[in-house]
């Protein structure tokens, strides 16, 4: 009797085991789909970025006279 209980016990661990271990593989492939979420930081250094890009465009470099 006690040796199928635990037979028993084992084989359901091991099914939840590899139960658990597809549905991380299968969560981890998803999650690679899915495109990654933007802070509020991050929009705003973006931002201030695209506004240095600008400036640098329309930046004209000093001219110096040789004696």
Known sequence: MFKTVMITAAVIL??????????????????????KATTKHLQEVKGSFDEYTKKLENYKRPTYKRE
């Open 14 to 35: 091991v099914l939840g085991w590899t139960a658990y271990g597809i549905w991380r593989i299968i969560d981890h492939f998803q999650e690679k789909k899915r495109p």
